[in-house]
C-alpha cells in the first residue's frame, strides 16, 4: 500500500470549545495529505460545541461527531483511538491549528522508514493567540529514533496537536491515562502518552513549525501550579517503569522539570516557596543546569539594555498560517543541552541495542546527531 493509500484518523477532543473549534476543524479539512476521518469527541460539552461540529459534518462528509458525558480529555482522545479507523491518529486539540502540510510531512517521514518499530511522528509549534497571530516560534530543537533519555530531559514535542502515531502503537501502549485529571492534575497525559510510546518505539521528528499552539488564560495549559505537579508526577512515573535507566538519566530529567516547574508563572500564582523549592531540587540533581540558567538570565538582562539604548522597530504581527513553517528556526546550540544530550544520547542507544536486539535502525528518517539544535528545550522546561 502506498503512503498516500494510508488512511489518517485525526482525533479532536472537544470541552466548551465553541470559541475556536470551527478555526480548528478548518485547519484540519484543509490537510493536503486527502485520505483522512476527522472524528470530534464531544466531551459532555454545556455550550455550542456539538452544534458546531455537527454542522461541519453536515458540510463535509469526513467528519464524524461522537458525544460522550464529560470523562476528560484522556479518555476523549482513547474514544477516538478506539473509534478510528486509520493506520494513523493525529490528535488535535479543539484551540489548536495545524499547517496544511502537517499531515503529509508526518506520513511521509514514517513511510520512508518502512519499519514498525518508527511508531510516532512530531512536529515543531509556534505559539499563537485568540485571534491566530503568532506570539513567538516554539523551540527548535528536535530528535529522532531511540530518544527515551533525551525526551525526558527536553520534552521535545510540547503540545497534544502535534503527534501523529501507529494506532496499533497506540493502543498497544494502552493510549491515554486518565488518572492525572482523576488526581486534579490533568495537562500532562500528552507528555506521559509520548513517554511511554517512547519506552518502546523510534520516534520520528520533521523540523517545521507546522502546530499552531494556542495559549491563553484559562486554557489548561495556563495554570502553572497544576501543570508544574503534573509534569514532575509524569516523569516520576516514567523514571518508576524504567528503572534500567542510569541514575544520570534521572537526575538530568528532574533537574530540568524542577526547574521549570519553578517558573516565574509559578511564583506570580502566589506559589513562592513552591518555587524555590522546585529550583533547589533542579540544583541538587544538576548544579550545572543552575549556573547556565544564571548565565543566560544575565545574557537577556544585557540584550534588554542594549535593545533599550538601540531599539529595533517591532516586526508587525503575522497570522500562524501567513508564516512559513520554515521561519523561525534557530540554528545556534546551548553547550549545556548539547552536552547533556550528547551523554543522554548515548544510553538512548545502548538501550536501543538491547531493546531490538540489533545494530540501530539504518532507515532513512534522520539520526539522532544529524539533527538542528536549538538554545531552548520545549515547553522552555529548562
Known amino acids: 500500500m502506498k503512503s498516500r493509500e494510508k488512511l489518517i484518523s485525526v482525533v479532536i477532543p472537544a470541552y466548551n470549545a465553541e470559541r475556536f473549534l470551527e478555526r480548528t476543524l478548518r485547519s484540519a479539512a484543509a490537510q493536503t495529505y486527502s485520505p483522512i476521518e476527522i472524528i470530534v469527541i464531544d466531551d459532555g460539552?454545556?455550550?455550542?460545541?456539538?452544534?458546531?461540529?455537527?454542522?461541519?459534518?453536515?458540510?463535509?462528509?469526513?467528519?464524524?461527531?461522537?458525544?460522550?458525558?464529560?470523562?476528560?480529555?484522556?479518555?476523549?482522545?482513547?474514544?477516538?483511538?478506539?473509534?478510528?479507523?486509520?493506520?494513523?491518529?493525529?490528535?488535535?486539540?479543539?484551540?489548536?491549528?495545524?499547517?496544511?502540510?502537517?499531515?503529509a510531512l508526518q506520513v511521509a517521514t514514517l513511510e520512508a522508514a518502512d519499519d514498525p518499530s518508527w511508531a510516532a511522528c512530531y512536529t515543531l509549534f509556534r505559539s499563537i493567540d485568540t485571534d491566530d497571530f503568532t506570539q513567538r516560534p516554539g523551540p527548535s530543537r528536535y530528535r529522532s529514533g531511540y530518544i527515551l533519555a533525551q525526551l525526558l530531559?527536553?520534552?521535545?514535542?510540547?503540545?497534544?496537536?502535534?503527534?501523529?502515531?501507529?494506532?496499533?502503537?497506540?493502543?498497544?501502549?494502552?493510549?491515554?491515562?486518565p488518572s492525572y485529571a482523576d488526581a486534579g492534575i490533568g495537562g500532562s497525559e500528552d507528555l506521559d502518552f509520548e513517554l511511554r510510546l517512547a519506552a518502546r518505539y523510534r520516534i520520528a521528528a520533521v523540523p517545521q513549525f507546522l502546530v499552531?499552539?494556542?495559549?491563553?488564560?484559562?486554557?489548561?495549559?495556563s495554570s502553572q501550579l497544576r501543570m508544574s505537579r503534573a509534569v514532575v508526577e509524569t516523569v516520576r512515573r516514567c523514571l518508576a517503569a524504567n528503572p534500567d535507566l542510569p541514575k544520570a538519566a534521572g537526575r538530568y530529567a528532574l533537574a530540568t522539570t524542577h526547574n521549570w516547574a519553578g517558573g516565574f508563572n509559578l511564583w506570580r500564582e502566589g506559589g513562592a516557596a513552591l518555587s524555590l523549592a522546585h529550583k533547589m531540587t533542579a540544583f541538587r540533581n544538576d548544579p550545572l543546569l543552575t549556573?547556565?540558567?544564571?548565565?543566560?538570565?544575565?545574557?537577556?538582562?544585557?540584550?534588554?539594555?542594549?535593545?533599550?539604548?538601540?531599539?529595533?522597530?517591532?516586526?508587525?504581527?503575522?497570522?500562524y498560517l501567513d508564516v512559513s513553517p520554515l521561519d523561525g528556526l534557530e540554528l545556534r546550540?546551548?553547550?549545556?543541552?548539547?552536552?547533556?544530550?550528547?551523554?543522554?544520547?548515548?544510553?538512548?542507544a545502548e538501550r536501543e541495542r538491547r531493546l531490538f536486539s540489533s545494530k540501530p535502525s539504518t532507515s532513512t528518517v534522520t539520526r539522532p546527531e544529524e539533527q538542528v539544535n536549538s538554545s531552548e528545550p520545549a515547553a522552555s522546561m529548562s
Open 45 to 103: 460539552s454545556t455550550d455550542t460545541t456539538r452544534d458546531i461540529a455537527l454542522r461541519f459534518a453536515e458540510a463535509d462528509a469526513r467528519v464524524k461527531v461522537i458525544n460522550v458525558a464529560n470523562g476528560g480529555v484522556a479518555r476523549a482522545r482513547n474514544i477516538g483511538i478506539e473509534r478510528s479507523r486509520g493506520d494513523y491518529v493525529a490528535f488535535l486539540d479543539a484551540d489548536d491549528l495545524w499547517h496544511p502540510t502537517k499531515i
Open 291 to 319: 549556573a547556565f540558567r544564571i548565565y543566560h538570565w544575565l545574557g537577556r538582562r544585557w540584550h534588554a539594555v542594549t535593545a533599550a539604548v538601540a531599539p529595533r522597530a517591532p516586526a508587525g504581527p503575522r497570522k
Open 333 to 348: 546550540p546551548s553547550r549545556y543541552h548539547e552536552l547533556r544530550l550528547r551523554q543522554l544520547a548515548r544510553i538512548d
Open 153 to 177: 530531559f527536553a520534552k521535545f514535542v510540547g503540545n497534544g496537536s502535534s503527534l501523529l502515531v501507529r494506532r496499533s502503537a497506540a493502543l498497544a501502549v494502552g493510549g491515554f491515562d
Open 212 to 221: 499552531g499552539y494556542r495559549r491563553y488564560v484559562g486554557n489548561m495549559s
